[in-house]
Each structure stands twice: as structure tokens, then as C-alpha cells.
């Protein structure tokens, strides 16, 4: 055993850096300044619990920011038929996704009669206002031109959201990469209207059954496959985790960004990214 200056007390090694002066350092590198200077409660006097609100947020918002990037390099990985670093990223998104559902816990904490002290102060801002989340829905495929008004008040933020919106969809590349790799995706799918939502294709259903009915053939498209459902049924348990939230929370109040609140969040649990993925199963024996 090593013994140190004090008990139970680590001394600092000599050849620890001490003299930081001109170099570059942890808190300077992570911009920590700004980082830990963004959390600014509206509450006046500050209620206790709005940090965490904020935190939840500012948290959230730092994971969709790393699933925008990754879903860039999958959609452009698979675009050149570079499928294993594309599939990495698809498995980093899913530990993401893992810990952006999780976090829900700590809200929970947040009560009814908590968050109605501090409600007020947010005025008509929303969740719904958020860019990047509908970026991340955009580049899964639930395009949607009506989510792009809000944006109007920051020209650069809806230039963003225009381009995901023109730019193919996760599923869009990948269907693309099946096309190239001699499976008879149909022509209609391959041309289509990328800045609409995909919508059932019944054409799609013999090739995705080809692939998970011989998986020896086709081992990288039906590895993706299942990726691409993973990550549709974690963004699905993600919704309804926020539904569970506000339910107990606000209870079936309006919301701030101006909906019906629960019953407009329900109806995001109907949608799906990737049906005929879905769809398939039921075909399979
Ligand atoms: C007290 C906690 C929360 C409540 C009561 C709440 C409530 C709501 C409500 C009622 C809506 C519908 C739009 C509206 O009229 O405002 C909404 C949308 C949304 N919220 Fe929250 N929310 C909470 C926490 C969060 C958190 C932590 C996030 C994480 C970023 C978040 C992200 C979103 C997003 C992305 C939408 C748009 C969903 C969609 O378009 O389907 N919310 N929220
Ligand atoms: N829409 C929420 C307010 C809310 O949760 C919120 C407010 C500002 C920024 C983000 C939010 N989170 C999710 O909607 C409500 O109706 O209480």
C-alpha cells in the first residue's frame, strides 16, 4: 500500500501540471464559460426547480446536436456504399437515443404544483420550438412543411430546417443503397418527392421479405434493417416517455406552444418511419 501525506487523502503526483498559464486547458477547451453561464431561470425570484428544467433541456438539445452529425455521416457513408462505418454510427445513435430516455427520470422528479410556479414565465415558448429536434425528424423521414413556420423569426434557423427538408431521408438513402445493390426496390419510391413524408409502399414488401427470409445473402441489408428498427422504436419510446411526462405533469392542459398538449402528442405515436420495415414482420414465416 502506498502511503500519502494525510489519511485517507490522495496526495497530487509530482508530475501533475500545475502551471496552466498559456496552455490549453479543460475548462477552455469545453468552453465551459459559456457552457455553464446559459442557464439563466425567468422565474423572479429563481425557482428552485427551473434549472432542472433547464438542464433537461440544454442536455437534450447537446444529444440531438450529436445525433444530427451522426445521422449526416450514415446518410452520406451509405450514399457511398460504405456500409460499416455508417452501421457504427447507427449503433453510437442508438446509445444516445438509450440515454436521452433515461433522462426523462429526472424530470420526473419535477410535480404538478412545482412546475406550475414557474409555467408562467415561459410564456408561448415549446418544446415544439425546438429546430434540431425537427431536424432529427426530418432526416428519419417524418417531413413536414407545416413545422417550418415557427422558424420564420430566425431566417438562418429555417435554412436549416429547408435543407433537411430537400435533402433525401435516412430511409431514402438506404433504399437507394438496396437499388444499387440489386434489389428491386420500385422506380416510384427511388423518385420520389423527398420533401414529403415517405408513405406506405406496398411494392417495398417483396424485397424487404427477400432480405429476412434469406439473411445469409443479404447479411448487410438485413444488418441495417434492424438497426433502422431499432432506432424507429427507441424515437417511438422517447414520445411516449414525454407524453407519460407532461400527462403527470400538466395534466390534459394546453400547452405553451399553443396545442391541444397530450392528445397533440399522441397523435406523433401513429407515425412511422420506416413502415414496410414493420410492416414485413407479419409477412415472415
Ligand atoms: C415539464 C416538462 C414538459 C412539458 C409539460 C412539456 C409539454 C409539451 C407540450 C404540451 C407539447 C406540445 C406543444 C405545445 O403546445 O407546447 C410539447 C412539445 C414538445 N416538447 Fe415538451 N414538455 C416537457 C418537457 C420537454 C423536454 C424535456 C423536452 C426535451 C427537449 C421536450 C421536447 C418537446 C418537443 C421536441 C416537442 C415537439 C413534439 C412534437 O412535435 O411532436 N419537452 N411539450
Ligand atoms: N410546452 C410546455 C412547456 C415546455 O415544456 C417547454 C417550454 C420551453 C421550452 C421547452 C419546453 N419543453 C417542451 O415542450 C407546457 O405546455 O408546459
Not at 269 to 277: G, N, T, V, Y
Amino acid at each position: 500500500m502506498t502511503t500519502s501525506s494525510s489519511p485517507n487523502t490522495r496526495d497530487v503526483e509530482a508530475g501533475i501540471h500545475r502551471d496552466l498559464r498559456e496552455e490549453i486547458t479543460y475548462g477552455g477547451y469545453l468552453k465551459l464559460d459559456q457552457l455553464l453561464s446559459a442557464q439563466q431561470p425567468l422565474s423572479d425570484p429563481p425557482h428552485h426547480d427551473e434549472l432542472l428544467f433547464i438542464i433537461q433541456h440544454q442536455t437534450s438539445e447537446l444529444w440531438f446536436k450529436l445525433v444530427i452529425h451522426e445521422l449526416h455521416y450514415v446518410m452520406e457513408r451509405l450514399a457511398a456504399d460504405d456500409l460499416a462505418p455508417a452501421l457504427k454510427s447507427l449503433a453510437r445513435i442508438k446509445h444516445i437515443q438509450r440515454q436521452l430516455l433515461e433522462q426523462w427520470t429526472v424530470l420526473a422528479t419535477l410535480t404538478p404544483s412545482e412546475y406550475a410556479q414557474f409555467r408562467g414565465s415561459l410564456g408561448h415558448s415549446s418544446g415544439f420550438q425546438s429546430a434540431q429536434y425537427r431536424i432529427v425528424e426530418f432526416l428519419l423521414g417524418n417531413k413536414n412543411t407545416q413545422m417550418i413556420e415557427v422558424f420564420d423569426h430566425e431566417p438562418e434557423t429555417r435554412a436549416r430546417l429547408e435543407e433537411a427538408l430537400h435533402a433525401p431521408s435516412l430511409y431514402d438513402e438506404f433504399l437507394r443503397y438496396l437499388a444499387r445493390h440489386g434489389h428491386d426496390v420500385p422506380k416510384d419510391l427511388l423518385d420520389r418527392d423527398v420533401t414529403r413524408a415517405h408513405s406506405f409502399h406496398e411494392g417495398l414488401i417483396p424485397v424487404l421479405k427477400e432480405i429476412y427470409e434469406h439473411p445469409e445473402d443479404h447479411w448487410a441489408a438485413y444488418e441495417t434493417c434492424e438497426e433502422l428498427v431499432d432506432i424507429e422504436e427507441s424515437f417511438q419510446l422517447w414520445r411516449f416517455r414525454h407524453l407519460k411526462t407532461v400527462t403527470r405533469i400538466i395534466g390534459f392542459k394546453r400547452g405553451t406552444g399553443g396545442s391541444s398538449g397530450v392528445s397533440f402528442l399522441k397523435a406523433a405515436l401513429d407515425l412511422s418511419f420506416f413502415p414496410e420495415l414493420l410492416a414485413v414482420r407479419t409477412e415472415i414465416g
